[in-house]
């Protein structure tokens, strides 16, 4: 089945500065990749998510690009913030239906 | 739209005992996924329902069981509890069956098997 492995585990940079979380796939046929943000107590929210058919997506400071032949895709956040800080996931779907398999996430902090 | 809601939000059980979970997807959804979170083991997908159906499973126990109503609303049972399925989990409900369709997570229901 499919496996993701994703990272930094922990990733510290100061305001201001990029970060860059990256995972790679196992699995082919996997089609749709997205990233979810976590804060402490909270549910996981989707912050941006990326398509097979395309290699690099942007919303505002949140990028992602996704290299098929390699089975890796990346999120970066640039001019990070301290509201930032959270554990970032990322997942891949490769099934029929909505079975995400997720990465085993990084813990970022920004400091400001 | 109104989220996707849990309930019971916390919930202590001994081992051997069942337990049963709630989760209303948000309105107009068919699918709901749910998945176990722990920090050994990270998130963990357990079974997708579509349309009362179950589409897709993951690779847990057979304790580990669900079911989807008509209205699209869902539970998941575990039975026999053991002290490793302490954890935290989460459903997911999408508009449709097809791969690549956001999941909006609900808040959870934390489970502490003593």
């Known amino acids: 089945g499919e496996n993701v492995e994703q990272h930094p585990s922990t990733l510290s940079v100061q305001e201001g500065d990029s970060a860059v979380i990256k995972c790679t796939y196992s699995d082919s046929a996997s089609n749709y990749f997205p990233w979810y943000k976590q804060e402490l107590g909270k549910r996981p929210q989707l912050i941006i998510d990326i398509r097979s058919n395309v290699g690099e997506k942007k919303d505002q400071r949140i990028a992602v690009t996704l290299n098929k032949t390699a089975k890796h895709f990346s999120l970066h956040i640039t001019e990070t913030q301290p509201e930032d800080s959270a554990v970032y996931f990322c997942a891949a779907s490769s099934e029929y239906g909505n079975k995400l398999v997720f990465g085993a996430g990084t813990i970022l902090r920004v400091k400001s | 739209k109104a989220g996707v809601t849990q309930t019971p939000r916390y919930l202590i059980k001994t081992r051997g005992q069942q337990v049963t979970l709630s989760c209303s997807p948000i309105?107009?959804?068919?699918?709901v996924s749910w998945y176990q979170q722990t920090p050994g083991q990270g998130l963990q997908f357990l079974f997708e329902y579509f349309s009362e159906t179950q589409r897709n499973k993951g690779n847990f126990p057979g304790r580990f069981s669900g079911r989807q109503f008509s209205n699209s609303r869902s539970e998941m049972n575990v039975s026999t509890l053991e002290l490793g399925d302490s954890a935290l989990y989460l459903c997911?409900?999408?508009?449709?069956?097809?791969?690549?369709?956001?999941?909006?997570f609900g808040p959870g229901t934390r489970l502490t098997v003593l």
């Open positions: 309105s107009g959804h068919r699918s």
């Open positions: 997911a409900s999408s508009e449709t069956g097809g791969s690549g369709n956001e999941q909006f």
